[in-house]
Structures are given as structure tokens and as C-alpha cells.
């Protein structure tokens, strides 16, 4: 077998996450970067067929790449793909174990998500609505609020509401079917602002979008709004409002998990909202919430005031 023959494995593992798996194209990225990283090496090492690779050879894959600065995730990810590549080769008859079976990463300090409070979330979406004169900028404002409104009282990821037609929002409905993670797909609420600010975007998008378009959100140019027109979007409207910190859609989205939760102290529900398929990725909000409640306590509490 030659280093073709590696590379041809990881490329045939690769249709099987496009095509099987239906795994997002970010994602497959992030696998096809880090498994040709690794192939790379193992034709360095004169290892030339998937067989005959060993634990101690990933092993020092990624203490390469700790060595280099790469931080705990990623090692983490390397460690991911080198797994369901395996997994994939065994399926198929070509290997016979996984030698990163018990490899772990170097262990990271799980950090909490930064959020924004109820009035400040408040303060951003109520201030996103365009001014009276139905202007160009206007229309794009009508655009970002409707946008904004969905991420926040929706609990979307960015490339859920950017992979939006509008056909799924005509007639503004109360809920909406969207697919994300590993092509799971959930029902969430639509809010009535939302709703409104979705219905707005409607009766003036035929203005920009091409006719042939299908994406509910369109930049200038009439196609689909991008991943990076949003974030800076958001961000510059943040920025005018005197924010004094860099907010993305995913802050949003981290609002809409907390100030649920704050609410309902519903966890359960809070996950099948955000389409975890793990309630332990969603556990990370009961960190947030107790943090505000620890912080309520503080500046209320007689024996906890400084004097």
C-alpha cells in the first residue's frame, strides 16, 4: 500500500460522512484538515498502509501537536477523526483495531460560554428595527432584525438560520422544523416578534432577492446572507449601541438556553430545544445560571453585601 492508498482511505471515509453520515460540511472540514495532517506525518514516518499504524505513532501525533500550541480541543478533534476513521476502516475490512482507542487528549479547562443578560439581549434586538424611511439600509435592517429575532428567541446556530428558504417561513408560522447537528432535525418555537419581524423581511425581500434564490435571508447581491455577513452584522450593530464587547450569533443563541432556563429550571426541555444529543452538552447552562443567581445573592443578600 502506498501514501495514495492512505489518502484514498481518507477520502473514501470522507464521502461516508457526506453521504451516510450527512455530517455538517464544517465538520467534515475540520476532519479532512486533521486527517490529512496525520497522514502526512505517517508517510514522514514511512508508514505507508492504515494497518499498521500504532498507538505509541498517534501518541506522538499529538504530542507533536501540543508541542506546537494547539490547544486541548483540537487534540481532542485530531483524536475524533483519527477515531471514526477507524471505525469506518473496521466497518470496511481495512484494519483490524483503532490505535487511538485509549489515547486521550491533554485535559482542558471547560470554559463557560459568554452570554448576555435579559435587558442587554432586550436592548440589541429592540434596537436592530430600521427607521421609518423605507431605504435601502432599512431594508438590510429588516433583514438583520428578523435574522437576530429567530437566532435569540429560536435557539438557532448560525448556519441553522443562515440554511433558511423562505417557503419554511411563509405565513409566519409559530413553529419551525430545522436540521443541525448530524443531520438531527427538531421543532422549535417562533416567537411573536420574531414571527413580526419575519413577516416585515417578507413583504420587502422580493426587492432584493434573486428570483431564482431560495434562501429566506439574501445579501445585497439577491443570494443567500453568509455565515461571516452575519456575525458582522451583529457585531456592528452591538458596536453602535455602545456594547462593550464583541457579540456573535452564538452569544444569542447562548441567551436564549439561559434566560430559558433561569425561567423554567427545565433542562430536559432546554435540550431538545438546542438539538443536544447529549444533556451533558446542555448541563453547561446550570454553571450560567447558577453563576446569576450567585451574583443575585451578592449584591442582595445582608451577610453577603460589603459594608
Known amino acids: 500500500m502506498s501514501a495514495e492508498s492512505l489518502a484514498a482511505a481518507v477520502d473514501d471515509y470522507l464521502a461516508h460522512l457526506r453521504d451516510e453520515r450527512r455530517l455538517a460540511e464544517l465538520t467534515r472540514q475540520h476532519y479532512a484538515r486533521d486527517l490529512s495532517a496525520f497522514t502526512d506525518w505517517l508517510v514522514t514516518a514511512g508508514v505507508t498502509d492504515w494497518r499498521d499504524v500504532r498507538a505509541d505513532q498517534v501518541r506522538q501525533w ?36 483503532d490505535p487511538a482507542a485509549d489515547i486521550s487528549a491533554p485535559r482542558q479547562h471547560r470554559r463557560l460560554p459568554t452570554t448576555l443578560d435579559v435587558d442587554t439581549a432586550a436592548q440589541l434586538l429592540n434596537n436592530a428595527a430600521p427607521p421609518a ?77 434573486a428570483a431564482d434564490e431560495p434562501a429566506l435571508f439574501v445579501s445585497r447581491r439577491g443570494r443567500r446572507l453568509s455565515h ?46 438546542l438539538g ?13 445560571d447558577f453563576q446569576h443567581l450567585a451574583e443575585v445573592y451578592d449584591q442582595a443578600h445582608p451577610r453577603a453585601r460589603r459594608r
Open 276 to 288: 443536544h444529543a447529549d444533556i451533558s452538552t446542555t448541563q453547561i447552562y446550570t454553571h450560567l
Open 133 to 209: 424611511a423605507e431605504t435601502d439600509n432599512a431594508s438590510l435592517a429588516r433583514r438583520d432584525q428578523a435574522v437576530f429575532e429567530l437566532v435569540y428567541g429560536s435557539g438557532l446556530r448560525l448556519a441553522e438560520v443562515a440554511a433558511l428558504d423562505a417557503a419554511e417561513l411563509a405565513g409566519a408560522p409559530q413553529s419551525l422544523r430545522v436540521t443541525g447537528k448530524g443531520a438531527r432535525t427538531r421543532v422549535v418555537p417562533v416567537g411573536r416578534q420574531a414571527r413580526e419581524a419575519i413577516r416585515q423581511w417578507l413583504a420587502i425581500r422580493p426587492t432584493l432577492a
Open 62 to 97: 499529538i504530542a507533536q501537536g501540543h508541542r506546537r500550541g494547539l490547544r486541548p480541543r483540537s487534540l481532542q478533534r485530531r483524536l475524533s477523526a483519527v477515531r471514526g476513521l477507524y471505525r469506518y476502516l473496521q466497518r470496511e475490512g481495512r484494519a483490524n483495531g
Open 228 to 273: 461571516r455577513a452575519i456575525q458582522q452584522r451583529l457585531n456592528a450593530l452591538a458596536t453602535r449601541q455602545g456594547l462593550d464587547q464583541p457579540v456573535h450569533p452564538h452569544m444569542l443563541r447562548h441567551a436564549f438556553a439561559t434566560h430559558l432556563l433561569e425561567s423554567s429550571g427545565d433542562l430536559r426541555a432546554v435540550q431538545e430545544l
